[in-house]
């Protein structure tokens, strides 16, 4: 590279903000790093595990366990491995840990100044934490002064959904506006990979479909509720609609399939339906780099398929097909959605650019 090269090279990554990612080595971790590298706006910095990963670098860590394809990123293989403990360099934290042990690793970074973006369950339902989906909610921002008043914490908690729920609330928030949701049923076929690494173990996967997901049903179900729910006077009011979750883990690597049937309040055709989809597309002003439109509406009678459409907009977007009319409530359709990168790490990187742009950071 030429010293003009170089020194464009170095004055982008000055202006870069540092960020860390909490349980960098676990599936949703390793798609942030590779997200994250290149990331116009952000740089990694840090990235930190348990005790028995920290002290190694990364690459070492992730010998035989990067499970993304191509090389690990040059940069990132570099580092060391930190522990999950408040004396981070870098003032914005992605939380990929798994729900054991996020909950007070996360409150206690958020005392000691740092913004924490989380996948992890633990935070999700309390009051006065938002629950985020840029394009969804994103009035749910106000919480932050909420929870700042109310715990006297320095920094603060934003937590991303679950990979079903976001999905799910992305594909039915322009149907919400616009012809009011009263009821959802949704039976979901959920990829390997949303169980973590090394997850479900092969003799019980292969061949089979496993009829339960601890705790899932419940996150959808509650999850939604608070998504769609009315904030006043600094208090989210849960929304006024009927849901009913059956989950279910089938032998797919990425992606994860949803079977959704609703009840409208206003009866649209299935054109005026498939229009107010289509024409979802609330934040491309603001011109975020993880942006993509969050809808893709799918014709082809067998489409959405995961190996086929996990990708749509660089994972970002969800695709909804087979829309049509039902026989016991209104309209059903199927839903497919990325659930490591929209529903983990792309959905929570989506809030830091939301963030940035709203001044927070
Ligand atoms: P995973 O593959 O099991 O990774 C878990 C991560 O947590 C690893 O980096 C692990 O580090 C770290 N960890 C475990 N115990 C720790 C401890 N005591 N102290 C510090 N770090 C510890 O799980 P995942 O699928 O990436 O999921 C991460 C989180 O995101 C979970 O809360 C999950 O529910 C949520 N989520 C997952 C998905 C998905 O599609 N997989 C989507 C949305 C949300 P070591 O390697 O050092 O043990």
Same mark, same amino acid.
């Given at each position: 590279m030429n010293v003009l090269g170089n020194y464009i090279e170095n004055f982008s990554k000055m202006n870069k903000i540092p960020v860390a990612i909490l349980g960098a080595t676990g599936i949703v971790g390793q798609r942030y790093v590779k997200l994250l590298s290149n990331h116009p706006w952000f740089e990694i910095k840090e990235v930190a595990a348990s005790e028995k990963s920290a002290g190694k670098t990364y690459g070492e860590v992730m010998? /035989?366990?990067?499970?993304?394809?191509?090389? $690990?990123?040059k940069e990132v293989s570099n580092l060391v491995v930190k522990e999950? /403990? *408040?004396?981070?360099?870098?003032?914005l934290v992605f939380s990929a840990l798994d729900a054991s042990i996020a909950g007070g690793i996360e409150e206690n970074f958020a005392k000691e100044g740092y913004i924490v973006i989380s996948n992890?369950?633990?935070?999700? &339902? %309390?009051?006065?934490?938002p629950l985020l989906i840029p394009e969804v909610n *994103? !009035? #749910? &921002?106000?919480l932050i002064d909420v929870q700042r008043r109310k715990r006297g914490y320095k920094g603060f908690i934003i937590t991303h959904p679950n990979c079903s729920t976001t999905e799910l609330c992305l594909a039915l928030k322009p149907i919400n506006d616009k012809f009011r949701l009263k009821k959802i049923l949704v039976t979901t076929m959920q990829?390997?990979?949303?169980?973590?690494? *090394?997850?479900?173990p092969s003799l019980d996967i292969i061949d089979n479909i496993i009829p339960f997901i601890s705790l899932e049903e419940e996150k959808i179900e509650q999850e939604t509720l608070k998504i769609f729910g009315n904030l006043e006077n600094g208090k989210i009011n849960r929304a006024n609609i009927q849901v009913s979750a059956t989950c279910n883990r089938v032998f797919v690597s990425e992606g994860h399939l949803e079977s959704v049937s609703i009840e409208t309040g206003e009866k649209p055709t299935i054109d005026e339906l498939i229009g107010c989809l289509d024409d979802? %597309?609330? &934040?491309?002003? &603001?011109?975020?780099? #993880?942006?993509?439109?969050p809808i893709v509406v799918m014709?082809? !009678? %067998?489409?959405?398929?995961p190996r086929l459409d996990r990708n749509l907009g660089n994972g970002m977007s969800v695709a909804v097909g087979r829309i049509r009319n039902c026989n016991v409530l209104d309209y059903k359709f199927l839903v497919l959605g990325n659930?490591? $990168?929209?529903?983990g790490a792309g959905g929570a990187i989506l809030i830091a650019e939301l963030l940035k742009v709203k001044g927070y950071l």
């Open positions: 010998k /035989s366990r990067w499970k993304l394809g191509g090389n $690990i990123p999950c /403990s *408040p004396t981070l360099e870098s003032k992890a369950r633990n935070h999700r &339902l %309390d009051e006065d934490v *994103p !009035e #749910s &921002l106000a990829s390997l990979s949303g169980a973590g690494y *090394p997850g479900v979802f %597309d609330p &934040l491309r002003k &603001l011109n975020l780099p #993880s942006y993509a439109k014709k082809e !009678e %067998d489409r959405p398929q659930n490591t $990168i929209r529903g």
